[in-house]
């Protein structure tokens, strides 16, 4: 059962968690079982929700480890999520959709044939050959089981098949693939799009939730200049993937992200109607620093004369400052929720940060024993250096908020 499907105990039986039990069985949602309703009033312990006993805290905290999450359906309730995080060991969410669409990320390549000036990958690719590496399908799975084992992965938990790496450089994406289709594991893909793999297996993309096809141009002068690639044959890539995973299943969404420059804007209505004739929903981005090194010294007015030039000849940076100043004291970064591993199955601190940070390595992934060590592990991730200081410059709210800096 533990292999097919999610338990989960609601807490709080009030019109909320009426309309997840409704949603759930109106779209024929088989794969979260509601094991168990809890609730502090004692005029409803004992009683049952739809046929589910509803059961005080102690009653709970003694069939914990049969669920592998509890979810808070009492809204704008942090009195209630705080004490049930202090009392129990499986994950607390605060509501269903921080449930449903935690993330986790797999740097299945370890390298990226990109050479994108203001990301921390590029720039190194322009100085040096990187290194080919890449997660084979054996170790994928291994991991892939680890994390539903322990109990911190669900199949309708996104796993994001990229970070820092291009995903179709590795050898063994359509391996990875098939697997990922086999267990109906929700999952998501970001590519540049300079190579392509096809795959020949019905439904592969049924459970592929989004796809993003990032460009920098669509004029090969300015796509040179960042990606570096071919634009006739990265659009016709693009055309054949999009088309392939259509023919296999896919009915997510399928994203063009157009990183604006000063030098490129002119091209946006070209890329909106590649979009448009690609079906594709168009977002148009500011081109930003990748890379918390950049980050950090473009915050804190650390960069060289050459970096500076570089980036205000480039990017358009108008609205930066103005943004991190709104950022809220009490903000919490929406992607301490996403749980990143290289392609060696070791965890990194973020899927935002990069090599160039001292804090950016830990731990294999198989050394975290149960949800309760992650989130004690965890816990000490984010209180780091670099953690602190990404939160302290502001740089946390500014990469998640990029999209209310008008082009």
């Known amino acids: 059962m533990y292999w097919n499907s999610s338990k989960v105990i609601l807490w709080g039986c009030g019109h909320n968690a009426e ?49 592998d999450a509890v979810i808070v359906t009492i809204t704008n309730c942090k009195s209630v999520y705080d004490q049930l995080v202090q009392m129990l060991e499986i994950p607390v969410f605060d509501n269903f959709w921080s449930f449903y669409n935690q993330r986790f990320s797999f740097d299945i390549s370890g390298w990226c044939n990109a050479k994108c000036e203001f990301c921390s990958t590029g720039r190194k690719n322009r100085e040096v050959v990187p290194s080919q590496n890449y997660m084979k399908a054996d170790y994928f799975i291994k991991c892939y089981q ?4 322990i109990g911190l992965l669900h199949n309708l938990h996104e796993i994001m098949l990229y970070s820092w790496g291009e995903p179709f450089l590795n050898k063994d994406f359509l391996n990875i693939l098939d697997y990922i289709a086999s267990q109906k594991q929700r999952f998501s893909l970001s590519t540049n799009a300079s190579v392509v793999q096809l795959t020949n297996t019905p439904g592969a993309y049924e459970s592929c939730s989004t796809v993003i096809f990032s460009l920098s141009g669509m004029k090969q002068e300015s796509y040179s200049r960042i990606h570096g690639f071919d634009i006739e044959k990265t659009q016709k890539n693009i055309s054949m993937l999009i088309r392939n995973m259509r023919e296999h299943g896919f009915s997510g969404e399928a994203i063009l992200s157009f990183h604006v420059y000063k030098f490129n804007q002119e091209e ?17 981005i500011n081109a930003y620093l990748a890379g918390w090194d950049l980050q950090d010294r473009f915050v804190n007015n650390r960069l060289n004369d050459v970096e500076r030039k570089e980036i205000e000849d480039s990017l358009i940076t108008t609205g930066i400052r103005e943004l991190i100043k709104k950022r809220p004291n009490n903000y919490r970064c929406p992607l301490e929720n996403i749980i990143s591993i290289d392609y060696q199955g070791k965890l990194e601190l973020c899927c935002c940060s990069d090599a160039d940070a001292k804090n950016f390595y830990w731990d294999n992934i198989d050394k975290i024993k149960s949800v309760s060590e992650w989130k004690q592990y965890r816990k000490v991730m984010l209180e780091c250096d670099t953690c602190k200081e990404c ?16 082009t």
């Open 19 to 67: 309309d997840i039990y409704s949603w759930l069985n109106n779209e024929g949602i088989n794969d979260i079982i509601i094991c168990a309703i809890g609730d502090n009033d004692v005029n409803k312990q004992g009683r049952s929700f739809h046929s589910i006993p509803i059961l005080s805290l102690d009653e709970i905290k003694a069939i914990q480890y049969e669920a």
């Open 146 to 149: 680890h994390l539903r084992k």
């Open 268 to 284: 946006l209505s070209d890329a909106r109607q590649f979009s448009e004739d690609h079906e594709l929903i168009f977002k148009p």
């Open 391 to 406: 939160r302290k410059s502001g740089v946390d709210y500014w990469i998640n908020n990029s999209e209310k800096i008008c």
